[in-house]
């Protein structure tokens, strides 16, 4: 069976928490002193931290490599208090690309401290999103990252316990484990919805559906990004083969036999332009078709922090 066609996912790639991000360090760099220092990756995605390493960023794994006095952004997935006032400590000037929505969590998680609750955090042990809420309330908070793990929570109170979420999670799967919670502490509460960002949950949806149609789905992302490898694993429960894929030439020939629809998807951090690269390699090898698989439509946009606003206004004024 020759290849035939390929689904293009829609909404795929870039969400605006990344747009954000990656628009904060290039403005950045226009405007401020080099070196810049980015604390962690901006995102996780390889090409994006190598093109704006080769612009002059540089990045750290801890704020003990930053000098005194220098500028440094914290990356989209946050940072814990203790990250803040050791930036403070250096009188560091801090340009926050915090996603919003990961921010969201965080003011959660103070507020549900602050009223004595036992917050169980649901998210992957290490990842720099989860470090960074942890942070913010370490003697309440516990985490869980599988519905076996409730069988062993034995909170102080359990009529004052809550439950959040990391943003990039399998939607399916914290719906199951928030039951279980339910189950064993009926009184539970949390975020009116979980905390499972809208591109996470719309880049889910759409492999789901896209896998009905297509035998291989090919997911354009990093290893290390959470959101990317759940839709490997949603495109593989819902029946079809699935990769992940850093760019095209990670694609195997032999994935390809027997496949005559491909759906090809990214994550939130892999931009377009690796997309339309793997798409030309298909169409190298006979695919005549490329449709568009649109499952939602997206119109989502954060503003940039007020410091890097307030300070990029002040550059464009002496420039004119
Ligand atoms: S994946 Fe969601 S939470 Fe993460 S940066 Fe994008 S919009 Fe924000």
């Known amino acids: 069976m020759p290849l035939e066609k390929v689904l293009l996912a829609k909404p795929r790639g870039f969400c605006a928490g990344v747009v954000r991000a990656v628009d904060i360090v290039n403005i950045a760099l226009d405007v401020y002193e080099k070196p810049l220092y980015v604390r962690k990756e901006i995102v996780h995605n390889r090409h994006v931290v190598e093109e704006l390493r080769a612009k002059g960023t540089v990045f750290v794994d801890s704020l003990l490599e930053v000098p005194s006095g220098a500028t440094v952004v914290f990356s989209a997935h946050g940072v814990s208090p203790e990250v803040r006032e050791k930036a403070k400590a250096k009188n560091l000037k801090v340009i926050d690309a915090t996603c919003p929505l990961v921010t969201k969590v965080h003011l959660e998680a103070v507020k549900y401290a602050r009223d004595g609750f036992t917050i169980v955090l649901i998210g992957h042990k290490g990842h720099e999103e989860v470090v960074g809420t942890m942070g913010e309330a370490p003697q309440h908070m516990v985490l869980i990252s599988s519905r076996e793990e409730v069988a062993h929570l034995n909170p102080p109170d359990s009529n004052r316990i809550a ?39 719309n880049r889910q949806e759409s492999v789901q559906a896209m896998a009905r149609h297509a035998g291989l789905i090919l997911v354009v992302g990093s290893g290390n990004s959470s959101n990317s490898n759940r839709l490997v694993e949603e495109a593989q429960k819902s029946g079809a083969q699935s990769y992940l894929i850093d760019d095209y030439r990670n694609i195997q020939e032999s994935w390809l036999e027997g496949v005559r629809v491909v759906g090809v998807t990214a994550g939130a951090s892999a931009p377009e332009i690796l997309v339309q690269q793997v798409v030309e390699h298909l169409k190298a090898r006979g695919a005549a078709t490329v449709e568009e698989f649109e499952t939602t439509k997206e119109n989502v946009h954060f503003a940039l922090p007020p410091n890097l606003a307030s300070d990029l206004e002040t550059r464009n004024r002496v420039r004119t």
Not at 166 to 187: C, W
């Open 163 to 201: 439950y959040l979420t990391q943003t990039t999670l399998s939607l399916d799967e914290t719906r199951e484990i928030i039951a279980t919670l339910r189950q064993k502490f009926p009184h539970i509460v949390g975020p009116p919805s979980e905390d499972i960002c809208y591109a996470t949950q």
